[in-house]
C-alpha cells in the first residue's frame, strides 16, 4: 500500500520501519527532519509536510505525542485533512483525548475520509519488533482493510467495536492501569525498604506469584535499582495521560479516585523537578516522602 | 514429624491435609470441632483443646483468621504457649498485624520455644493442592528445620531475613497490592462499562497484554461476571488486612495514599452490607459510584 | 460613567442594579434578552449585541457562566474586543480560568484597552445588596478609576497585585476552600447522624466555637435540613470551579490532594444525578456513603 | 465540692487553676509531681497516687493525653476505679477513642459509680481563662449536679445525649473538622505562594469575608508566619486524634475520605520528623510538596 506515516518518535518510528519491511511504501514526515534519515536509507520517501505525505496516500498514519500535535498535523494549512483523497484511512495511533478523537472522526466523515483510532500498548523495543498490542475501533470493513498493517507492527490486534472513539478510551484506561501498577509498587516499596527488608526479594516474591506480568517485572525492576534518569515514557508523557483519563471520566460522570491520587503523585514529581524521568519516578517519589534514601 | 496445627477453615484445612499426606503425624484443633472430621478420617488425632493440640508436638502450626484468634489461641490459659515443649517451633501462618508477630517472637522466646512466620499467598484450591507460596521469615536453622513442611503445603518459600515479623510485613504488603490492582480494575471496568465498551474485551486485552498475571486474570473474569456472592476472600476479611496494612505503615511512618484509598473504598462496601461479598466487589461499589448497572 | 454591562444572571442582575443605583448609565446586554427587563424599567439601555452593549462605554463589566461564554463575548465578530475604545476598561468578574484570564490580558493590551479581573465572593442576595466581596488585581490607576463601582456593588476591595490573572487564581482558590469545607462538613455530619447524634446541636457547637464563619452557618444550615434541591449554586458550577483550580494547580505545579477528592465528590455527585442541586448537595452524597438517610 | 484532678499538663492546670478559683477543694495529681507546685501553692492537696485524688472525691476529673493514660490511671492497681467511693463522678475531659469511652462506661456503671464524658475545644490559653467549650454527655442529673463545674472552666457547655460516647465521637468529629481547615488552607497557601501572590493579603481576605471563624485566624496567621516550631497542639497529638477519628469512623462504617488523607498528611509530616512541630505543620508539607520555600 501506498502509506502515509506521521510522527517519527521512537514508537513511531519503530512502526514506520516495520511497515517498511513488510513491503509497503512509506512517505514519512516527521518535525525534524534528521529522525527521518535512518527510514530514507530503508526506502522510504522523506515528505517536507504532512500534506506531502498524506497526498496520494491509501493510509496515513499519525503517531504524536499529544493532542495539540495531532490537531496541528491534521487540520493545519499543511495538514492531512485538506490532502488526503477521497476514501483513504487515517489511522490515529497516537495517544489522545477522547475529545480530540471525535472531532477528528467528523471532521474525516465531512471529508469523505475513514477514520481508525488504533492506539497501541508497548516500549519501543515492542515497536522496532512488530510486538505491538493494537488497540482498534472503527468500522468493520475498515480495519479489515488496514489490518495487515497492523499485522505488520503488532503481535495481535484488539477490536473495541466501530466507534473509533471507543480504542482511545480503552487506551487511556489501560494507562491509567498502568500509573496505578507503578504507584501501588512505589508505595509497598517504600514500606518494605523502610522496614529494612530485601526489597529485591520482595519483587521477585511479587513477580513470580501473582503479579508474574511484564508491568511488574518492567516497574518492579525499575523500582529496585531506582535508575529512572533514563525514561522508556517520561513522567510529564504519564501526567498527560492520566490527564486525558481524568477528562474522559469527566465527561463520562465516572469517579476514579486512583486516577486523581496518580495524578496528584505526578504534579508532585514534576514540582520535584523529575518530568524527564521515567514514569518509574513514582517510586522516588513515595520514597522521599517515607524519608527514605533510594 | 509430630504437629500440632490450629485452624481447619478453608485454608489450614487443605494445608493440613497436605502435610498428612506428606506422612507426618498431626493433633488438630479447631473451635467447631466438626471440621476436623475429614481430617480424622485420614488419620489425624483431633485435639479437644489447641494445648492438647500443641503437647509433645516438635511444630505447631496456626492458620487463624486474625490477631484476636491467634491471641486467643497463644495466650488463653488452655493456649499454646504454655503446652509447648522447649525448642519446640511455632509456625505462625495466619496473617496477623506486625505489632502481635513482636508479641509472638518475646513470649515464645521468654519460653525457650522458637518462632516463626510463615504466612501463604493463595486461595483455598492452591491450599488443597499444596501450591501455596510460603513468605518465611526467622533463624535461618529453624527454617531449615521445617522447610520439608513448607515443601508439602507451597510450590515455592520465599525468605524475608531472620527478623519473623518482616515476612508478617511483606504478607500485608502483598495483600495490599492485591486491593489495589482490584481497586484499579474496578475503577476502569466502570469507566469502559459506561462508555458502552465491552468491558470483556478490555478485561482480554489487560490479561493478554501487560496484565497478565494470576491476580489480573482472576479479579478480572469476578469483575466482568459481577459474581462476588461467592466469596474466596470476603470484603471484611480483606477491610481487616488492609487497616492492618496501615497500621504496619503508621508504625514505619510511611504515607500510603493508595492504602488508605482502598480502605475507604471497603468501607463503603460494609456500609453497603456486602462484607460476606468477596474482595471483588469494590468492582460493584465503584460501577454504583459511576450509576453504572452491574 | 457609561458601562456596558454584560450577563445578567442572578449575580450580574444584582450588581447591575447597583451601578444603576449609584446613578451610572448603563448599557445591559444578556443572551436571553428578557431577563434584561426589570434593569430597562430601572432606566438601563438594552442593547442587542455584546458589541452593542461595548460600544462608547468607559468600563465594561462581564459577568458570565464560564470560560467559553467569556470567550464567545469577548472574540466573536459581534463581541466586546472590537467594539470597545481605546482605553475603555474591561471589569471582568467571571469565575474564569487563569489561562483564560492570560488570553484576554494579552488581547485587550494588543487593542489598546484597559483589563481588569475582578472576581466576587457572595450569594446573590449579597449581589442585589451591594454587599459582595470583590477581589481585583490589574494596573493600581485602572483599579482607581473603577474603584466607586467596586464601592457600588461591594462592601469591601481586596488587592492582589498588578497582574490580573492573581485575583482569577484567588478567586478559584477561595472558591477551593469553600468546596473543601463544605466536604468536611458532609463526611463529619455523616458520621454524627450514623451514630444517632443530634446534627442541629454538633452544628450549632461547631458554629458557635471554631467555626463561627458564615460559611459553616450557610453550608451548616443546608446540611442539616438537606435541603439542597434550591441552588443558590448548583453541583454543576461547583464541579466547573474545582477543574479550574485544579488546572491552574497543574499549571503551577502544586499538588492539591483536597482538590482532587472534592473533584471526585462532585463527579460522584453528578453521575447520582444531583447536578441541579446546590453544591451543599454533597452532604447527600457522604450521608448516602454511610448508608445515612437524609 | 471534693474534686480528683488527675493530668496537669497545659490544658488540666489551667482547668484545675479555674475549679481552685471556684471555691472547690482540690486534690490533684500529675505523674511528674513538679507541675503540681503551682497548683499547690494555690491551695490544692497535692496526691501521691491517682488513688489518692480520687478517694473521697465527690468528682474525678481526668484531663490527659492518650488513650494509654486514661487506661492506666483508670485501671491500675493504684488506679481511680477501685478508690472511688459510691456514686461519685467521673468526668472525663480527656480526648479517648470512642471505644475506651465505651469502657469506662461499663467499668463504672459496674463499680456504682457514675461517667460523664466531657472533653473540651479550646487552647491553654482559653483552658486558663475559663473560656472552653466543654462537650459534655451522659445522665441529665449528673450533667446537672457537674454543671457549676463546668461553667467554672468553660465559656459554654454543649449537651449531646445522654451516652457519654457521644460527647467523644463529637470532640473527635470536631477534631477532624479543624485538621480539615488546616489542610485546606494548607493546600491553598502552597498555590497562591508558588504563583508569587501576597499570603497575607489572602489570608485576610479569608477571614474578613466567609472563613471570619477563629480557626482561619488562627491557623492562617501561623500559615502565613510558618511559626510552627512552638506547638499549641502538636502534629504527633493531631496524628492520634485523627487515628481515633478514623477507628470511631470505621466502628460506624462512615467512609471519610477526607479523613483518610489528612492522616496521610500527618504521616508525611511525621516521616520529616516534624512530630514535635504545631499541627499547622501541614502548611509547611503542603508548601514542600510544591517545591515552595517557607
Redesign the interface.
Known sequence: MRIGFIGLGRMGAGMAGRLLDAGHTLAVYNRTAQRAEKLRERGAVVAETPEAAARGAEVVFTMLADDPAVEHIVFAADGILAAMVNSAVHVSASTISVALARRLIAAHARAGHRFISAPV?GRPDAAAAGRL?V?AAGQDETIAFVQPLFDAIGQ?T????TDPS?AN??KL??N???F??I???A??F???R?????VA??K???T?????????HTYGDLLVSAKDEQAGFTAALAFKDV?L?IA???S??????????V???F??A????YESRDQAVLGRV?AE????RV
Not at 484488539?158 to 467495536?161: A, Q, S, T
Not at 516522602?289 to 527514605?292: Q, S, T, Y
Request: charged share 15%; net charge negative; hydrophobic share 55%.
Open positions: 500498548f498490542f488497540v495481535r484488539y477490536r473495541m467495536g471507543n478510551l480503552v484506561s489501560g491509567f492501569m498502568l496505578a501498577a504507584e501501588a509498587l508505595e509497598s517504600a514500606l518494605i523502610k522496614a529494612g527488608v530485601d526479594a520482595y521477585d516474591l511479587l513470580s506469584s501473582l503479579f508474574n506480568a511484564p508491568v511488574y490527564r483519563a474522559a471520566a469527566e463520562l460522570q465516572v469517579p476514579m479516585p486512583v486516577a486523581s491520587l495524578h496528584d503523585a504534579v508532585t514534576l514540582a520535584r523537578g513515595a516522602n517515607a524519608g527514605v
